[in-house]
């Protein structure tokens, strides 16, 4: 909402976009049922990873309003090619919930944000480069991290079937032995979590899955080689909703 409309509306503030609405916005897309953008705040965090401050936030998908008019022709594209219509209104949730986020941190309009691909295809922001920022979600969550240095994060409900073939596309050759060692009950968080630092790391490194996620360790630090640069990537586990599985991290040339 601009300062106008929130002038107009007693007890809203120009960045409350956590909102009791349910109005069709401009381009048709119903909002989700919301609540005060003070939850939102709770869910607000800094993190101190290898001596660099990340602020990471949490966002509830059924809360955050489906502001369509905010996307970009890019982000527009890609949500049109889900064919179910919940998977499309949470990639729009979240990317709603990081221009939100943006919009907050840069004190500039969400719709306004120019967020642009580098050369590896990793979201970027086109005209203040030295702030980073990452998006995960899954199911009903969204996870954002802002900071001023490479980051990543990802979050992952827990893997319904944690085969051994999707095991070994994950996990390094040694994790791989520990992993079948485990009680049956055990793998599926234990396989999540690794999916998730490892996933993070790639992200944070912003080679994604041009390199393999089978071919490193988790350690830490982590090395991640790609092409002739070599990245030192620090990670941490993040505490997540139940039955999720949530990393960050953050990598440097090394």
């Known amino acids: 909402l601009d300062r106008a409309t929130c002038q107009c509306e007693p007890g809203l503030h120009a960045r409350a976009v956590h909102l009791e609405l349910g109005i069709d916005f401009r381009r048709g897309r ?34 955050e309003p489906l502001r369509n008019d905010w996307l970009d022709d890019a982000e527009h594209a890609r949500a049109q090619r889900f064919i179910k219509s919940d998977l499309r209104d949470r990639f729009v949730a979240a990317h709603c919930a ?14 306004q944000i120019n967020i642009v691909r580098d050369s590896f295809g990793k979201p970027q922001l086109g005209d203040h480069p030295a702030l980073q920022f990452n998006l995960s979600h899954s199911e009903h969550y969204a996870l954002i991290a802002l900071a001023d240095v ?9 893997i319904a079937a944690p085969t051994e073939a999707l095991a070994s596309e994950v996990l390094h050759p040694v994790e791989f032995a520990h992993w079948k060692s485990l009680d049956p009950a055990q793998r599926r968080t234990r396989l999540t979590e690794q999916w998730t630092t490892k996933e993070a790391a790639l992200k944070a490194a912003a080679t994604g899955l041009r390199v393999s996620p089978a071919s490193f360790e988790i350690a830490s630090p982590m090395h991640i080689c790609f092409e002739t640069v070599r990245f030192q990537v620090a990670w941490c586990p993040l505490v997540a909703p139940e039955e999720y599985a949530a990393a960050l991290a953050v990598a440097e040339a090394a």
């Open 30 to 63: 119903r909002c989700l049922s919301g609540q005060a953008s003070a939850d939102l705040v709770a869910l607000m965090q800094r993190v101190v990873l290898a001596g660099r401050a990340v602020d990471v936030a949490w966002v509830d998908l059924g809360k």
């Open 98 to 111: 990081l221009r939100r986020i943006l919009s907050t941190k840069l004190d500039e309009p969400p719709h």
């Open 150 to 158: 490479a980051v990543g994060v990802d979050v992952e409900h827990l």
